[in-house]
């Protein structure tokens, strides 16, 4: 009975890892340049990749690399972008409205005109962003957030100074 119930626990746990695993097939169409609304992007790498003007609204992308690519009016509102690399890429008029970015690294991004209207930006690392053409940032979203004084914001708000680890 005790060697069943080790087998039960562990396939009920290979299952539940498996249910968050990424979508091997939308990852790669997604790589290759369509649109993937509602996919499963979990630790995709879309580092360096050039995907303008797509949809990934309500995808998951957590803990994805898109650090040095360009998303240029791209959408992604609604989507799970926790723990995202967004390091040095481009997201001018991007969508991340209702989107969840959660630790996303923005440090360096260009974010211009990006509508970030009902995101969630807990901890959030802005240092050296240009966003001063954002919209649908508030100060309380903000105020979970760090930057650098490089980080260029739209008029009326300011952000917190991340703290050196």
């Known amino acids: 009975m005790k060697r069943l119930m080790v087998v039960l626990t562990a396939v009920a746990a290979f299952g539940a890892a498996g249910a968050h695993a990424q979508n091997a097939a939308q990852v790669e169409r997604a790589q290759s340049g369509a649109s993937c609304p509602h996919c499963n992007l979990f630790q995709a790498d879309f580092n360096n990749r050039e995907l303008k003007g797509k949809n990934f609204a309500g995808a998951r992308l957590r803990q994805s690399d898109m650090g040095l690519g360009e998303f240029n009016g791209t959408n992604f509102a609604g989507a799970d972008l926790r723990d995202i690399n967004g390091s040095a890429a481009l997201y001018g008029h991007v969508n991340f409205a209702g989107a969840n970015l959660t630790h996303a690294n923005f440090v360096g991004a260009y974010l211009e005109h990006a509508n970030f209207r009902g995101a969630i ?36 708000l300011r952000i917190p100074v991340c703290e050196e680890r």
């Open 121 to 156: 930006l807990e901890g959030v690392n802005f240092s050296g962003a240009e966003m001063s053409t954002a919209v649908g940032l508030t100060q309380r979203q903000m105020d979970r957030t760090c930057g650098d004084r490089s980080t260029q914001l739209p008029p009326g």
